[in-house]
């Protein structure tokens, strides 16, 4: 809170969750590219209501980050939600694109980069998202390497997701994650989930079955001053978990069309995404919203064990 004293000029940050930071209440942040280009409309409103809504019924209040007009949101009203969820003159805000958008009094959708960043100027220890970006598939080639990586690597946080989308490289995304030292930690699983399905053949780091302990890990990893954040993989529920095979067709198939139409940088998460919707006829939609809910609960459990240690 006492960094966030400087920053007033930029950042809003919404009176409940300013109130639950002071008195040591769990607090938990959401990023807002899923819903300005992860998810269509209107799904994404009722995912981002719902995780909202998850939360608060489990006494932990939500900070959705955004960049709306310029100012740095922690915290967004109903109306600010509707606003994300709908505008089409919101820009995917990674790191390299916050300033500008700030200075220039633009709207940006905060990627787990950017909503790292904005949970670290308000002291959020913990960030839900669905997945994680990572080291793509070529990336060998292309250096595509999202900036998510680093900012976890450089940040006091514990981000919560369903692995990584099969859109990457997931064996690659390991190895760069502990290069910079990140604990990747599989809740209930010894193996890392797969965004689509629980499982993709790569083992985590550490299996936590229990919140409370995990919240240990954090704390201590943070005491040692052992800068960085933690990973929290959750497998999707098996019930809306995809088929192996299915999914994977479906990412070969957006790859290719990604390559046939040129897309690249910060275009080809939300172009794969959508391609992937699209030739799964909804059903990675559906998983989508499925896993993002899940991770959402792991999220506020995870919160109010770390609560208690304070
Ligand atoms: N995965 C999803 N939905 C999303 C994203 C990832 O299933 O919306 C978003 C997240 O905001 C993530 C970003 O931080 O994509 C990563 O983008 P890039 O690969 O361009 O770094
Ligand atoms: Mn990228």
Redesign the pocket.
Known sequence: MKQFEGLKKYVDIKDEVREALERGKPVVAL?S??IS???PYPQNLETAKKCEEILRQEGVVPATTAIIGGRIKVGLTEEELEFMATSDKII?A?RRDYAHIVARGLHGAT???TSIITAGLAGIPILV?????GV?RGAQETMDI???LQELAGTDIAVVCAGS?SILDIGLTLEYLETYGVPVVGYTTSEMPA?YTPKSGHKVDYQYDDTDLLAQMMKTKWDLNLQGGVLVTVPIPEADAMDGEVIEKAIQEALKEAEAQGIHG?E???FL?SKVVEVTGGDSLKA?ISLVLNNTRVGARLAKSYAELQ
């Not at 998202?129 to 970006?133: L, S």
């Open positions: 990023e590219t899923i280009h992860g998810m995917k990674s990627t787990v980069a998202t669905g997945g994680i970006g793509h999202s900036r998510d989308k965004f910060k080809t998460t939300p995404l989508n």
